[in-house]
Structures are given as structure tokens and as C-alpha cells.
């Protein structure tokens, strides 16, 4: 991190901003507050519990340590659940943890936005269109407020303009709140609520409101509901029109990201405040490293939704950057819906030509000033090392490795089978150095394409590179150019599961999977800060209004905005309700009808995409849907090691009578009433039954729904019955699957993957499932 560090500070302009490397800090140096006490969260479940001395320990808790000091309130939490946070000493906060009421106390943690893999990796993809979903109603505005938690929002964007949409819904109890550049007049039909809350460490006053000085904010909440802007482009490339996944949908805005990061005291300030003010659906584009991933009751992000899903409303959230290894997602509560990014079908090409006229296809955006002819020298790495060097340094433009005579006015080839440094950094080594270009070899760019500016530079896959160093060898005098970046679109294959996205199996337990969907999440064009104030410009163009990002963070506000479609057409269902019509109709196809593949074209798991790629009509009309029950969750409490008094704390609709399971094996979590399945354990000898529950939501009462099991080879799957024969009464059925291994086989050869499909002939019910030993 040091080296990017320096990096950053050296090249502002043509990289640009320290803000997502800002966000990866810790905060534990940012402590100035009156008393040098850290701030810990003080969590204490269901706010206005029945049970009277429930509700009353929130009250003494928190006079005692406001009558120590009344300045050390942070945030108090009384709306969505109950709790605080404040400045305490660890001893305070370990005397607080015993008292009782009090769930969890844990020190504030800080969050960061799920934009890119890690700054420098994938910032500033291109692409394009963000409007890949359409308008699901025809009228102009809907009643349904899509909250955002994240850096606030530039209202000025022209993606929030509210030509044609009807009043505020008069239930919205939200609020515009003030500051020096902020106020109500900002605030209008689209964006009807805005809230900000101020970083207790920070202690910036530019960070006292809800206008987003980051842009990441203002990004998804275009993507989510923006209205349709037309002409829109990034520098040019790919032109056409922006749309939100809901343009019809409201927008509350509670930034709870500053520039240090997304505080967990903040972001249950905003889920407090959005369950109160009236959200139904809530879009998280931020989360945990998934190697610091906390406990459930030390997690504000799984708190929080918890208590909102218990209220009804949908919570989307990013499933983390930190792929392609497995078990990096995060935010996989089963509560919440969790979402993996994906490619679309536009490329940005900024393609090589060599002396010899032969074209080698690369992926960058850059606006490259070279001309067309291969007239440029070509030099490898390898041969303009330093003398101190190793070869192997300077084969990958490892800094310090490349000898400036030798580079000057030249295009530089460097190798990336060595991942230490990202292509940005290369790009600034080979800049630095005085080298005209560059040309990376690498896996890791595939379809997330880098920003260069006005450097020449681009990426090429390995594939593609071994021509390259053939070329080099093969001539005494290289030549070769970088064309400027084109956006290309009807790529195939598209979608593509991003590299970068977080895989599973979920950590919190593997028998739930996780990620949920996938959504696009790579090269997303969509609104950015109006200011100017952007410092990624490439020289001697005005900054764009619209800017390409990639991460998980633009794939949530996609299914956020579907997530809204569906309750605008069904505002009765239950957020399980909702999250089980996106995922029972998503797909596994890509554009070339083959199964979808991961950036290193080898096909794509569930653990890869969930249930699939979202599509964007079918959720609307599911046919049945998969209800999740708040005892479900419950329970699932139970499994991982809360008892019954603790979560009769924690849950506010939780019956006297609730108990834990007396089973509480990883199994009776494969049972909760999801709609994807997966089996643990699964060994030769015998079968494992889990049971699912579908309601019809169909339009006719009596219809019957057949089903088809793709599975794997040797694994027999028995479904009891086979046939769902929904009635005027009988409007929820039962099914039992029935999995066990063919006589032959002792034990899974590794995970396995299938699928279950309830069909009537006009609606088809998809389940993936994942069997593991
Ligand atoms: C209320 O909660 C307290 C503390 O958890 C518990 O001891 C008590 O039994 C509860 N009262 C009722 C009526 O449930
Ligand atoms: C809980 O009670 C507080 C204080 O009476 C009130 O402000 C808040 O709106 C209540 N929350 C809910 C969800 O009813
Ligand atoms: C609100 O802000 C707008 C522009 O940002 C300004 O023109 C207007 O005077 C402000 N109104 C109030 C009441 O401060
Ligand atoms: C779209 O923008 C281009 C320039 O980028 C301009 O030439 C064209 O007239 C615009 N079209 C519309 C419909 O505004
Ligand atoms: C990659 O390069 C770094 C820096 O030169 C070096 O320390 C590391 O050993 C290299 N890794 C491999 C696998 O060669
Ligand atoms: C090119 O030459 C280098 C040594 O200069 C060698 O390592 C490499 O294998 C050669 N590549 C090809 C494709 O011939
Ligand atoms: C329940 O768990 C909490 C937190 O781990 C613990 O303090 C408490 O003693 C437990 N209660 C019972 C009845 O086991
Ligand atoms: C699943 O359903 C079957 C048949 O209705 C029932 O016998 C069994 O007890 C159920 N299993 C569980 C774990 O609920």
C-alpha cells in the first residue's frame, strides 16, 4: 500500500484520488475527540420492545454514560431498534456489554464502498449503457422510495430531475436536512429525502451534508432510479442513453460515507432513520474487507437489515470485491439479497498494432494522442533493464527496473505473470521513466478495462501476448502504435462474471448460498459529481458528467432498482417475497446461449452468480415465490450460536413461546425456506431431504406446476411430490428434494451443482442448489 501511496500523490492527474485508498484506513489514528475514548457501538435489538423492561434498559444504559460526559453520544439509535454510539473506554465498554438489554458492544468499525477490487485495480473502467433494464411501468412516477447509504448526492445531475412525477407520497416521513451548500430547494420529486451524519472523528465540516463530494454515491443512485438522459457519454465513448434500473422510483439519500470511510455508527444511523421515514427498498454498495469480516452481532450492515427486512423493506447489498477467490463474500445474512458483478455486452478497445500491420486486440480506455502508422519503437521489458535490476523485475516493469535511455520516446511491453504491481502502476513506472507507452500482458483485466487518460497504454491477454514477444524476437528494429479506445458493443461473450466479484461459499454458513444474483457491474456509465472537481480529467477536456465505474457497488443499485419494480407492481409482498422473484427468474446463459463464464472462461458456479444473471421482466410475474418468515431467520440465529435470550432481545415480532431448535446442525439451515438450497454432507448410504414451501402468486388459482431437476452426474434427486396442484385454497405447498449419491459413489467428487425448475406452461420457478461434503 506504502508504493501506491506515493504513487497517488505523484500522479494526480492521470490517476487520480486517494479517496477508496482513504477508505481502506483504519480510523484508529483520527481520534481527537474530548476525551481520546474510541467510539464503540452499543447494540440492544428491537426498538419499542412489548417488553417494558426491554424498552427501559435503553434509557438507563445510556444515562449512564451520558451523565459521565454528554458529549460522548455519538448516535442514538431508537426508530429501526434500539441502541447508541459513543465515546467510551474499553472498560466502560466491556462493563456496558454485561448490562442487561445489551446485545452486543463493539469498537465502530469503518466500511468501505464496493467500487473497485482496490483502487488501482479496476478504477475508472469504461463502458457503457446503465440502461440495461427497462422502464418496468408506464406511468412517470411510482410510489416506492429506494434509500441509499452511501457518500450523499449531487442533485444537480440531470438523472434527477422530476419532469412529470407526482407529489411526495404523503407517508414519507423523511427529511431534507440543511447545511451550507444543501438545502430543501435540493431536494424535488425524485430525490425526496436526504440525510447526512457527521463523522464523529473527522471532525470536517465539508463532510456536514448530504452532497456527495465523492461521486460513488451519486453513481448509484443513477443507476438505481435515475430518469432517462439522453446523449450522455464518457469523453465521447460509449454514447447513448442513461437510465436507472427504476427511473419511476423516489430517492432518499443518507450518507453515511465520508472520505475516511462509511462508519458502522453511521450506517445504523441511516438504517434507524430509513426504516422510520418510509423506505421500501435500501441499496448497501459497501460493506467489510472479507478478511476482517465481523461476528453477525459486531456486523451494522447485517443489524441493521435485519431490523429493516423485519419491517418490510428490501435490503440489496454489494457482495464485495475481493475475487475471484472463494469465500469472499460478504454481507450474506440471509436476510439480506447480495449481489455479484458481471460484464455487459460493450468493450472498450484501445488496440495494438504492430510494425508488421498486424492488429492485437487490447482492452483499456485511453485517448491516446499516437498516430495510426506503427511507427513508434517497441522495446520488451527485459531489454531496457536497469544494471542493478533483475531480469525478471524488469520483464515486469517492476519500479526502479527499467533504464530511462533506454525507454525514452518508446512503447514498453511489460509482462504481468508477476501480479505484485497492478497495470496502473506499470503505466506510471513506464511514464516515469520516459517511455511513450505501454503494452500489459495480463489475466486480470479481461473484461474490467483500465482509465489511462491521455497515456498511451493498454492490456492484452496472455493469449494474445505470446505473438507480441514472438514479433519483438523476431525483428532487430520493433515497431508498433496504441490506438485510441473505441467502445465496442454486442461483445460476445456478455455477460461475463467479473473478475473482481466476490465468490462463495458464504462465510457466516456455507449452507446458505450466496451470492445471491448477479447484476452488471463492470464499465457501468452513469451520473457523476457536476463540480468539476474531479481530478481524473484527461488534459484539455472539460470533466465528464457521467463516468464508467466497475465494482459490485454498481451491481447492487441494478437489482435495487428491479427490487423496486417488483413491489411498485406487488406492493404487498414481503422483501423475501421479492428477493425470491428476482432469483427464481434469473438465468445462466450468456449472450452466445452458453452457460455464463468467469473472466477466465471457464464456466461459472452458483458460487460465482447465485441463482444468476437478473432479468429484468420475469421478477415481476414469478408465478410462485419462496417465503422467508422472520422465524426462519430466527432460527437461523439459533444455528450460529445466539440463544433464545439473546434473540428475544434482538427481534421485535419474536412469539413468547419462540425457542431454539433442539437440532441445531448445519442441516436444519439447509431447511430455512430459501430459494436457492444447499446440502452439507452429503455421503454415500444415505439421502439428505430438505423441504421448501412455494406460495402461488400467479394469476389463476388453479394451475399446475410440473418440475424438471438438472443434476449433476451421480447424484440421484427425488422431488415429493412432482407435481404442484395449486387451488383456490390451496394457495402454499409443500415439496421435499430428496438428494443422495448413485450406488457407486462414496463420497462428492468436490461440490456440486444442479437446479430445480417448477413449471405451469406459462411461469418457470428456478432453484439452483449446491451439494458439498
Ligand atoms: C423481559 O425481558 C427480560 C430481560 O430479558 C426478561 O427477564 C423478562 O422475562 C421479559 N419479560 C417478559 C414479560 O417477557
Ligand atoms: C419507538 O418509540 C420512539 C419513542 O417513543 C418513537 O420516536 C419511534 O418512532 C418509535 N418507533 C417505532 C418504529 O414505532
Ligand atoms: C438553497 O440553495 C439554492 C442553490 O443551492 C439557493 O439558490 C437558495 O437561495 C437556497 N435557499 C435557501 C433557503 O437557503
Ligand atoms: C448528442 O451529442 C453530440 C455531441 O456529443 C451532438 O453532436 C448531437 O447533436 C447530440 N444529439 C442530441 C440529440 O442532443
Ligand atoms: C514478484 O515480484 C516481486 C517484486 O520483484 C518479488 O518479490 C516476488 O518474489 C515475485 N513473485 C514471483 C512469484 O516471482
Ligand atoms: C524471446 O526472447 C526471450 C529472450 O530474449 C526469451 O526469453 C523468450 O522466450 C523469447 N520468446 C519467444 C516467443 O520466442
Ligand atoms: C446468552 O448469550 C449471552 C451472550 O453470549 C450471554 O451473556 C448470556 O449469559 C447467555 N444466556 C443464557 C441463558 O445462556
Ligand atoms: C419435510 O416434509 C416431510 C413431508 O411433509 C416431513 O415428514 C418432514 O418432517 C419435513 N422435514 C423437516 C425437516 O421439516
Not at 411501468?137 to 442533485?155: E, K, R, V, Y
Not at 415480532?653 to 430459494?675: A, G, H, M, R, W
Amino acid at each position: 500500500m506504502k508504493e501506491n501511496n506515493n504513487y497517488l500523490a505523484s500522479l494526480p492527474l492521470l490517476f487520480c484520488c486517494c479517496v477508496l485508498l482513504c477508505l481502506a484506513e483504519s480510523s484508529a489514528d483520527n481520534d481527537n475527540n474530548n476525551n481520546n475514548n474510541e467510539v464503540y457501538i452499543v447494540y440492544m435489538g428491537a426498538a419499542n420492545s412489548t417488553n417494558a423492561s426491554l424498552r427501559n434498559d435503553h434509557a438507563r444504559v445510556l444515562n449512564l454514560v451520558l451523565r459521565r460526559n454528554e458529549k460522548a453520544l455519538v448516535q442514538n439509535y431508537k426508530h429501526g431498534f434500539s441502541g447508541f454510539a459513543a465515546h467510551l473506554s474499553k472498560e466502560e465498554a466491556e462493563s456496558i456489554a454485561q448490562k442487561p438489554g445489551v446485545v452486543s458492544v463493539f469498537p465502530d468499525p469503518i466500511l468501505k464502498l464496493h467500487t473497485t477490487r482496490s483502487w488501482e485495480f479496476l478504477k475508472y473502467q469504461t463502458q457503457v449503457k446503465i440502461d440495461s433494464l427497462p422502464t418496468a411501468a408506464n406511468s412517470q412516477s411510482s410510489d416506492t422510495i429506494i434509500g441509499i447509504l452511501d457518500t450523499g448526492i449531487w442533485p444537480e445531475a440531470e438523472s434527477f430531475v422530476d419532469t412529470g412525477m407526482d407529489p411526495v407520497p404523503s407517508r414519507w416521513k423523511g427529511t431534507c436536512m440543511k447545511s451550507t451548500d444543501f438545502n430543501s430547494s435540493n431536494c424535488n420529486r425524485k430525490i425526496i429525502g436526504a440525510r447526512y451524519y457527521a463523522d464523529p472523528n473527522a471532525g470536517n465540516d465539508g463532510d456536514n451534508t448530504a452532497r456527495d463530494s465523492n461521486g460513488h454515491g451519486t453513481h448509484v443512485s443513477s443507476t438505481a432510479a435515475g430518469v432517462n438522459v439522453a446523449n450522455v457519454s464518457f469523453y465521447g465513448l460509449a454514447e447513448g442513453t442513461a437510465v436507472g434500473g427504476s427511473p419511476q422510483s423516489r430517492l432518499a439519500m443518507y450518507r453515511v460515507c465520508t472520505n475516511f470511510g462509511c462508519r458502522g455508527s453511521a450506517i445504523l444511523a441511516g438504517f434507524d432513520d430509513a426504516i422510520n421515514d418510509g423506505v421500501d427498498v435500501l441499496s448497501l454498495s459497501l460493506g467489510s474487507p472479507s478478511v476482517l469480516r465481523p461476528d453477525l452481532t459486531s456486523d451494522p450492515i447485517a443489524i441493521g437489515s435485519f431490523h429493516a427486512v423485519e419491517r418490510g423493506i428490501v435490503v440489496v447489498c454489494a457482495a464485495g470485491n475481493d475475487g475471484p477467490s472463494s469465500k469472499t463474500v460478504v454481507n450474506d445474512a440471509p436476510w439480506i439479497l447480495t449481489v455479484a458483478a458481471t460484464t455487459i455486452d460493450r468493450e472498450f478497445e484501445s488496440n495494438l498494432v504492430l510494425g508488421d500491420n498486424k492488429v492485437v486486440q487490447g482492452n483499456a480506455i485511453n485517448f491516446s494522442p499516437l498516430s495510426k502508422t506503427p511507427d513508434f519503437p517497441f522495446i520488451n521489458g527485459e531489454s531496457a533493464k536497469t544494471s542493478s535490476a533483475t531480469v525478471s523485475d524488469a520483464r515486469q516493469c517492476h519500479p526502479n527496473a527499467l533504464d530511462g535511455t533506454k525507454v525514452k520516446g518508446k512503447i514498453v511491453f511489460c509482462d504481468g505473470q508477476n501480479d505484485t504491481y497492478s497495470t496502473t502502476e506499470k503505466a506510471f513506472q513506464v511514464s516515469q521513466a520516459g517511455g511513450l507507452g505501454m503494452v500489459h500482458v495480463t489475466d486480470q483485466g479481461g473484461s474490467v478495462t483500465q482509465f489511462f487518460g491521455n497515456f498511451p497504454a493498454t492490456t492484452v491477454s496472455p493469449k494474445d501476448g505470446a505473438p507480441i514477444f514472438q514479433y519483438l524476437n523476431s525483428t532487430s528494429k520493433p515497431m508498433a502504435t496504441i490506438l485510441p479506445t473505441v467502445s465496442v458493443i454486442k461483445y460476445k461473450p456478455a455477460p461475463v462474471v467479473g473478475y473482481f466479484s466476490a465468490r462463495g461459499p458464504a462465510t457466516l454458513s456455507s449452507n446458505i448460498l450466496k451470492p445471491d444474483v448477479a447484476a452488471p457491474g463492470v464499465n457501468i456509465l452513469a451520473a457523476w459529481l457536476g463540480n468539476g472537481a474531479d481530478d481524473d480529467v484527461p488534459q484539455g477536456q472539460k470533466p465528464s458528467a457521467y463516468k464508467v465505474l466497475s465494482g459490485t457497488s454498481m451491481a447492487c443499485p441494478h437489482v435495487s432498482g428491479l427490487a423496486a419494480n417488483v413491489k411498485s407492481r406487488n406492493p404487498t409482498w414481503t422483501p423475501s417475497a421479492i428477493k425470491s422473484a428476482i432469483m427464481t427468474s434469473a438465468i445462466q446463459n450468456n449472450n452466445m446461449k452458453a452457460l455464463l463464464t468467469t473472466d477466465s472462461g471457464s464456466v461459472a458456479t452458483p458460487y460465482d452468480y447465485g441463482a444468476g444473471e437478473i432479468t429484468t421482466s420475469e421478477p415481476l410475474q414469478p408465478g410462485l415465490v419462496y417465503e422467508t418468515t422472520t422465524i426462519d431467520y430466527l432460527n437461523f440465529l439459533c444455528y450460529i450460536g445466539l440463544n433464545v435470550t439473546t434473540i428475544k432481545i434482538i427481534s421485535k415480532t419474536v412469539p413468547e413461546s419462540f425457542n431454539c431448535p433442539k437440532d441445531l446442525s448445519p442441516y436444519q439451515i439447509s431447511n430455512i425456506n430459501y430459494p436457492s438450497i444447499v446440502v452439507s454432507n452429503l455421503k454415500g448410504g444415505g439421502a439428505v431431504n430438505v423441504n421448501r414451501t412455494v406460495t402461488n402468486v400467479g394469476e389463476d388459482d388453479e394451475t399446475t406446476y410440473s418440475s424438471v431437476v438438472d443434476a449433476p452426474s451421480g447424484i440421484n434427486v427425488k422431488l415429493i411430490p412432482e407435481k404442484l396442484e395449486f387451488t383456490e385454497s390451496s394457495k402454499t405447498l409443500s415439496y421435499q428434494v430428496s438428494f443422495s449419491l448413485s450406488s457407486s459413489s462414496k463420497s462428492l467428487n468436490g461440490d456440486q451443482f444442479g437446479s430445480i425448475t417448477w413449471s405451469d406452461g406459462k411461469y418457470s420457478v428456478q432453484s439452483p442448489f449446491v451439494l458439498t461434503n
